[in-house]
């Protein structure tokens, strides 16, 4: 598994590591009107999932706004974050945000998206900082577990992965 720290403190993470080239798993989380949502809604399309802590701190709302304004210059791609956050908190986040199209998702009730791509952090019960592009047949073609979950993903290579899976 890769090493993960949250604010320089070892983290144990739970779950599978994903791997370019890997078939995305599938997951079943919540929408912010309480619907399921799964990797197969989204199916046909590139993905780029944006894995927070929290969209209620200032890395992961700029890292959730970054990504939104970077792939909604682009057609047949779908930026979806990914958090444990309730989703009344993430609603309450994108009404304030100012962004009309992101799509957050939350992971609280089964954790099914952060054991499957092995972002859970055992001792926190939150999900790591982690970036995936998935391809329109559900092929990983990037993966970024961000080694401190305080830091900033690299914006620029996952961009580009996405533009490469266009």
């Known amino acids: 598994m890769a090493n993960v720290t949250f604010k320089h403190n070892p983290v144990t993470l739970i779950g599978n590591e994903i791997k370019v080239g890997d078939k995305a798993p599938e997951f079943t989380v919540l929408a912010n009107d309480m619907s399921e949502v799964t990797l197969a809604s989204s199916k046909g399309k590139i993905r780029l999932f944006s894995v927070v802590p929290s969209v209620d ?36 986040w994108c009404a304030a945000s100012g962004l009309e199209n992101v799509i ?8 099914s998206f952060g054991e499957a791509y092995g972002v859970v952090m055992k001792e926190l019960r939150l999900l790591a900082r982690a970036v995936f592009v998935v391809d329109a047949n559900d092929t990983v073609t990037y993966v970024e577990y961000v080694s401190e979950g305080s830091n900033h993903p ?3 290579a996952a961009i580009a992965a996405v533009k490469e899976a266009n």
């Open 154 to 156: 690299n914006y620029e």
């Open 104 to 111: 957050t998702v939350s992971d609280h009730r089964d954790l």
């Open 57 to 92: 701190t200032g890395v992961c709302d700029a890292q959730t706004r970054k990504f939104n304004e970077e792939a909604s210059k682009l057609e047949n791609v779908e930026v979806i974050t990914v958090s444990v956050d309730l989703p009344f908190a993430q609603r309450r």
